[in-house]
């Protein structure tokens, strides 16, 4: 197939050559028959001639003038006769650089053509195992053309198309994951909740008991209720978060004014962390320190994103513990995706935990202090939104978060 191509093109531009061999052709023989005189002239010149003999042998006292005259046409008719002798060894000149163009052209064009299948076949070949790769489901195609032709453009488009795979099956894998994660704790918060709730009741009615006993045995033993309540209570707040996080509802997703929704946020929780200060990072077009960009929406849950900005300042808040800061908001939009970074300038998160940081459990606080649900609840929460949450950098400086959201409706399959 690609020899039946290659030989249509050859024969095609030999067509043309041709066609332009015939244009310069034709130019030639209507320069030659301009520059050559046409046969009735030197008969006409040559009649001159001899009529100017016969004038001076019968004008005698004239005979100079018709000598001088005799003489410069025959200069002339002499003059034309080497033209004409000479324009059939022109003509044929002409014609052999013509000819010797035509083939330098030819070949010259074949060549290139040549050329550039030959440079554009090893590109076609690495384009094609790349489609392959990207059928087979591999999700780190890479083509490496940067080239501005339609192979790169379709090299670049293939690229792309196998990163967005390549985020899809990260999105889908958190998703099973944290689901998996939500069954696990559902049958937990089940099986702990029966036991919790007879042990109370058990140990009330003890309570109750030794409630009238004045004895220093029945104090201790009231002191013991009380201890064994607290810790009861304990126990089942971390029920109830595990309860929460396995029944989190599905987000209502209606379309807001993003910008309009974080000023809302702004004026709500701006002092809601002694510690903590909320901002606007500082971006071309934005004016003042609450103020976002306008016009950007997405459908969201109102109330289950501002849940995950909660959870996130609070982290902040507490990674800080007793010095003061900050929080920056930024709110950029793509083509498909709104983009939310919230970046902290707390201590960062410890480089050994990041790759985990969204899984339950995970936390960096001193037992008794928190659960390490927060983080997996605003993941679950964004990829129920069909967007995402990443950690996109940590260090000593500071965190950054990055909320991903989808500009339009996606369905939910």
């Not at 043309?16 to 061999?21: D, M």
């Not at 030639?28 to 001639?49: C, I, K, M, Q």
């Not at 059939?88 to 053509?113: M, P």
Request: net charge neutral; aromatic share 6%; glycine share 6%.
């Amino acid at each position: 197939m690609r020899f039946r191509a290659v030989l249509i093109s050859v024969i095609l531009m030999g067509l043309a050559a041709l066609l332009v061999f015939h244009f310069f052709q034709r130019q030639l023989t209507r320069a030659s028959n301009v520059f050559a005189a046409p046969p009735e002239v030197l008969a006409g010149l040559e009649d001159s001639l001899e009529d100017l003999k016969h004038l001076a042998h019968l004008e005698p006292e004239r005979q100079a003038e018709y000598r001088r005259r005799f003489d410069q046409l025959e200069t002339t008719v002499q003059r034309l006769r080497i033209l004409e002798h000479g324009r059939a060894d022109l003509q044929k000149r002409y014609e052999q650089l013509l000819l010797a163009l035509f083939l330098i052209s030819v070949i010259a064009v074949t060549g290139i053509y040549a050329w550039r299948q030959s440079r554009h076949g090893p590109r076609l070949t690495r384009l094609q195992e790349a489609l392959r790769d990207l059928a087979a489901g591999s999700t780190e195609v890479r083509v490496g053309d940067r080239g501005r032709d339609t192979i790169g453009r379709i090299g670049r488009m293939v690229e792309h198309t196998s990163n967005v795979m390549a985020k899809d099956r990260q999105r889908l894998a958190s998703l099973e994951n944290l689901s998996s994660w939500q069954e696990a704790a559902r049958r937990h918060a089940h099986e702990m909740r029966t036991p919790l709730t007879t042990s109370r009741l058990e140990i009330e009615r003890l309570a109750e008991q030794l409630e009238g006993d004045p004895s220093q045995r029945a104090t201790e033993h009231r002191h013991l209720a009380e201890s064994a309540l607290e810790e009861l209570d304990r126990l089942s707040a971390f029920t109830r978060r595990f309860t929460s996080f396995a029944r989190l509802p599905r987000p209502r997703l209606l379309r807001q004014d993003l910008g309009h929704w974080i000023e809302e946020f702004f004026a709500a929780y701006q002092n809601a962390w002694d510690n903590l200060t909320l901002k606007v990072a500082t971006r071309p077009g934005i004016t003042g320190p609450n103020t976002t960009e306008p016009g950007i929406t997405a459908p969201v849950d109102r109330d289950m994103l501002r849940q995950v900005l909660v959870n996130l300042c609070d982290n902040a808040a507490t990674a800080l513990g007793a010095r003061s800061g900050s929080v920056a908001l930024s709110l950029t939009a793509e083509e498909n995706w709104v983009l939310l970074d919230v970046t902290d300038d707390g201590p960062g998160i410890p480089e050994d935990i990041r790759s985990r940081v969204f899984e339950p459990y995970t936390t960096t606080s001193t037992i008794g202090e928190g659960m390490g649900l927060g983080l997996a609840i605003s993941k679950k929460i964004m990829l129920d939104h069909h967007g995402n949450l990443e950690l996109l950098s940590s260090s000593a400086s500071g965190t950054t978060f990055r909320l991903t959201l989808p500009r339009r409706e996606a369905h939910s399959g």
